[in-house]
């Protein structure tokens, strides 16, 4: 059950009831591609981060070690030891990562392994079945993600065939939950909105996927190539034609500024490797921009990451210390180094819920991009 408690323009604050949880949005997905954060950081670890939801890949959990071993062991969220809400993505996104890979029909999508070569042939019954086995808290349609610049012949076709994706999608995951084995009976189906910086497909489509009342609806294809003006534009255009009533994801997506930017156009899921990536090269952020930690600078330099924060890393250790470790490649550096990344994200997400509980978002939006905007203009980073 969706709910929204309150609203400041578009943005909205709501309430996801899952079977593995309630999600309070606007939400940040911390992501765990194989089942774990790239960084050394354990699934229960996550809860002092305030992680809400964990989203794992089905295309690479499908490869390794097999959704079927993943099924034998009682689903992804008791194989990694996680106990709130998982979201699959589909595999729909390696069609475009993996794009020298792939061969793509009506059928569904053929792919080269990118661990061994071997073929694998994914449709949308065969997503549906992973992630069924993986069984999740949420599994996301298989769909095309074309290139945000691709031609508008191509993209019109790949939306369609997207379109036709989705009806089977939804008629079999409606299948497998009814399945005496299945790991999650009461798993939800997400649609995706697709359609490049076209506006008018983009519309035309979540209005076609509006009318199948599915549980949720991604925005994808977005944040693939297109400047964040188009990215903020076709928010701006196509969120108004989803269902005000049903949550609202914005995938890969994306920066602090990106985040707040999407709230503020209605979305209440992101997701983005940014926090842990980043973090495993140094790049850590905080309310006054980011800091590489790699910078001689911080060489002597004994305050913590950011002065008041209460993630691992910042209550028991200084900046010198964790630069120490990333210079040495000490795995511990880029273990704190991610920890302060999602601690800082997950709770930006809830200082974004306070603010529209207070009705007060605009205002708290401004400063906060104020504060994000300041070390980089004065170029201390």
């Given at each position: 059950m969706y709910e929204v408690i309150k609203q400041e323009g578009r943005a909205k604050r709501a309430r996801l009831t899952t079977v593995h949880g309630t999600i309070e949005t606007p939400v940040f997905m911390n992501v765990g591609t194989v089942?774990?954060?790239?960084g050394g950081v354990s699934s229960p670890e996550l809860h002092s981060l305030k992680t809400q939801v964990e989203l794992c890949n089905t295309f690479h959990l499908h490869v390794r070690p097999g959704d079927k071993i993943v099924k034998q062991l009682g689903g992804v969220r008791k194989f990694m030891n996680w106990?709130?809400?998982v979201l699959t993505d589909s595999g729909g996104f390696q069609v475009f990562s993996l794009a020298k890979l792939r061969k793509i029909k009506e059928e569904g999508v053929t792919f080269r392994s990118h661990i061994d070569g071997h073929k694998i042939f994914m449709g949308p019954e065969e997503s549906m079945q992973i992630q069924s086995n993986l069984g999740s808290t949420i599994a996301m349609a298989f769909d095309e993600c074309p290139n945000a610049l691709a031609e508008?012949?191509?993209?019109?076709?790949?939306?369609d065939r997207t379109t036709r994706w989705l009806v089977r999608c939804k008629a079999e995951m409606a299948r497998l939950n009814s399945l005496p084995d299945t790991v999650n009976p009461h798993q939800m189906l997400f649609g995706i909105n697709q359609g490049a910086i076209y506006p008018d497909i983009r519309i035309r489509h979540a209005e076609e996927i509006s009318a199948l009342d599915l549980d949720g609806y991604g925005i994808g294809g977005l944040a693939v190539g297109e400047t964040h003006e188009q990215m903020y534009h076709i928010l701006d255009e196509v969120v108004p034609h989803l269902p005000v009533n049903k949550p609202t994801y914005l995938m890969g997506v994306g920066t602090p500024a990106n985040i707040l930017e999407g709230v503020e156009r209605g979305v209440?899921?992101?997701?983005?490797?940014?926090?842990?990536?980043?973090g495993r090269h140094g790049h850590v952020y905080t309310n006054h921009g980011h800091l590489n930690l790699f910078n001689a600078k911080y060489e002597l330099d004994e305050r913590p990451i950011e002065e008041g924060c209460q993630c691992p890393a910042c209550r028991n250790h200084s900046r010198a210390y964790i630069r120490h470790l990333l210079k040495?490649?000490?795995m511990l550096g880029m273990?704190?180094?991610?920890?302060h990344n999602l601690y800082f994200y997950n709770n930006m997400m809830e200082e974004i819920r306070d603010a529209l509980d207070a009705g007060e978002f605009a205002s708290y939006k401004k400063r906060k991009l104020a504060g994000l905007m300041a070390t980089v203009q004065t170029g201390s980073t």
């Open positions: 089942a774990a954060i790239k106990d709130g809400p508008r012949h191509y993209v019109e076709q790949s939306v209440d899921f992101f997701d983005c490797v940014y926090p842990s990536r980043n040495a490649n000490e273990r704190l180094a991610v920890m």
